[in-house]
């Protein structure tokens, strides 16, 4: 155990009474735990996995205002979203990108009464989108953002133009309108950076991954999974931050009989290295409809292509995987919109899924099931707060819709407003990131391979790293031409509340979602994890099983594909 969870556990032995406890830590739960720190609260968050380990973990990497939603009649969901995400361009700029995004449009007319219809009750599938209706939406996209634009206005190409800028785009397609959103490179990391910058600004309160608190004729008990330690918490609120789980937490925690209050709808995504589709994307998005109405996604990612997803009611949320059926309707929907390209399953170095906390909905097409938010308040000796939907973009002022009704409850006022608030590596963010990374560069004997993996993983905190990195001499790779310094690694696991190899490889590292991870780096990664930790080599091989299991379950990963790109890698070193 580290001596920083040792500290927080001793912390909370010695005052176990807390302003208000968070439980969940997921994006919703860091971003409220940091509201109600920021106010002067002493705030406990509570997370029975890692953090941003379901749901937060699997998004589809979009920071946007949610076009379709439009469509669906939700403006004020889309005004929300918009500022949400042209905060988050400023606030987070080192992991926040533009995304321009390209829109493939076969017909003028079609889908126009789509919203009107969606008005007067209809729960079915739209029809398919025409220029017209996509025209629309995109001006009130434009004219939203009007007064403080953070990126262009959209245009429209005609079908030579269209040909010109991507020849491989489906033939079906008349016309191409382009529009620009953003993309996020590291969302686990920026969880990270939130409980961080938590950490330093407001130490007395304490966020703790692998943690259990359940209900006692007393009040509260928190279980440490890492000691198997327990203690009486005394909250004066709770937040039930807990996304699909939610309804399983409130009838555990507060009432059996509170009802639900949120469903859910899987997606899934895939990862894949396919140099064809990367270029006919030429650095946009194609954001497009499938046949049965359900609108995809595919854009460059990280070396890779990102491509999805399916949209798929679950009842009863659990850990789940991209099965066969979604892989085969993601592929089957690239080739609607890239016909000429072959993109095989062997391109699939990457998979994942996770649930979507929606409202609970009676809607029968799941893209109409509304993606906004609300806070409900239950009472009870303890007042109970229920985070109720959401999603990535607007977690800030989902965050800070619940931290008001908690202030309200403490009669608490509220000090800081973290509508402009950067967050971690976007603070000091310098103007001139050429200059910057130059410096860098030559400060530090930095490759550019190397500077560009520091910026986009740390922001402004990359000269810290590098310098941090220095500090006990020569450091080298992980291995097998990875950008991660052994070093660095180590760092991670000091000061990144790394308790498992898995939140190492999927949450602090992006070497699983880019295909990088293999055997050899398990087997390395298992290795400082061990030394850092100070875990027995059956605790180091038990980590390492159940990573490499972890990785085929739920992930794509087969433990042959882990030996293989281990195995390619000595051939280029041969």
Not at 145 to 165: D, I, M, V, Y
Request: aromatic share 8%; charged share 25%.
């Amino acid at each position: 155990m580290s001596n920083a969870r040792q500290k927080s556990l001793a912390d909370i032995n010695e005052n176990s009474g807390f302003d208000a406890v968070v439980i969940g830590g997921g994006v919703n739960g860091i971003g409220v735990y940091r509201d109600l720190s920021l106010q002067g609260l002493r705030v406990l968050l509570v997370e029975r996995n890692d953090f941003a380990s379901g749901c937060s973990a699997a998004p589809s990497r979009m920071i946007h205002g949610g076009l379709r939603y439009l469509e669906n009649g939700e403006f004020d969901l889309v005004k929300e979203s918009l500022r949400e995400r042209d905060a988050l361009l400023c606030n987070a700029p080192h992991m926040v990108k533009p995304l321009p995004t390209v829109i493939p449009v076969t017909s003028l007319f079609s889908g126009i009464f789509n919203s009107a219809a969606s008005f007067f009750g209809w729960q079915g599938q739209p029809s398919s989108r025409g220029a017209l209706p996509i025209k629309l939406g995109l001006s009130l996209y434009d004219w939203v953002t009007r007064k403080n634009r953070a990126l262009p206005c959209h245009s429209f190409q005609g079908t030579a133009e269209t040909r010109t800028r991507w020849p491989a785009l489906t033939r079906e397609a008349r016309y191409s309108a382009v529009y620009y959103d953003a993309w996020i490179s590291h969302p686990e990391r920026l969880c990270i950076e939130m409980i961080s910058d938590v950490a330093k600004a407001v130490p007395q309160s304490i966020a703790l991954n692998y943690a259990e608190i359940v209900k006692t004729e007393q009040g509260y008990e928190l279980t440490c999974q890492r000691s198997g330690q327990r203690f009486d918490i005394q909250p004066r609120t709770v937040v039930h931050a807990t996304g699909a789980w939610l309804n399983q937490s409130v009838t555990e925690l507060v009432d059996e009989k509170a009802g639900r209050m949120v469903g859910g709808t899987k997606g899934s995504h895939l990862i894949i290295d396919n140099a064809a589709l990367a270029r006919a994307l030429d650095g946009h998005m194609a954001y497009f409809e499938n046949a049965d109405g359900r609108v995809c996604i595919v854009f460059p990612y990280q070396g890779k292509v990102l491509a999805g997803s399916t949209d798929i009611r679950v009842e009863t949320p659990c850990k789940v995987r991209c099965e066969e059926d979604e892989l085969i309707y993601i592929l089957e929907s690239l080739r609607q919109v890239f016909p000429d390209i072959d993109v095989a399953r062997e391109d699939v170095v990457f998979s994942f899924s996770g649930i979507r906390p929606l409202p609970e909905s009676t809607q029968e097409f799941t893209g109409r099931i509304s993606r906004g938010h609300d806070v409900k308040r239950l009472p009870g000796d303890v007042p109970q707060f229920c985070m109720i939907g959401g999603k990535w973009t607007t977690f800030r002022a989902f965050a800070e819709q619940a931290a008001d009704m908690v202030l309200q409850e403490l009669q608490k006022p509220r000090r800081v407003d973290t509508m402009t608030l950067p967050i971690g590596g976007g603070k000091d963010w310098p103007e001139n990131v050429e200059a910057y990374a130059e410096n860098l560069k030559a400060s530090h004997a930095a490759g550019e391979g190397r500077v560009d993996h520091l910026l986009s993983h740390y922001g402004s905190g990359a000269e810290q790293m590098q310098r941090a990195c220095a500090e006990g001499g020569a450091d080298v790779s992980i291995g097998e031409g990875a950008l991660y310094s052994q070093a660095e690694v180590r760092w991670l696991i000091r000061n990144e509340r790394v308790q498992t190899l898995s939140d190492l490889v999927f949450r602090r590292t992006s070497l699983a979602i880019t295909g990088a991870i293999s055997s050899g780096l398990i087997h390395a990664l298992a290795l400082l994890l061990a030394e850092e930790l100070n875990l027995s080599q059956t605790e180091v091989a038990e980590q390492e099983r159940h990573l490499i299991e972890e990785l085929s379950d739920f992930y794509g990963v087969t433990p042959e594909m882990l030996a293989e790109r281990t195995k390619e890698w000595s051939k280029k070193c041969a």
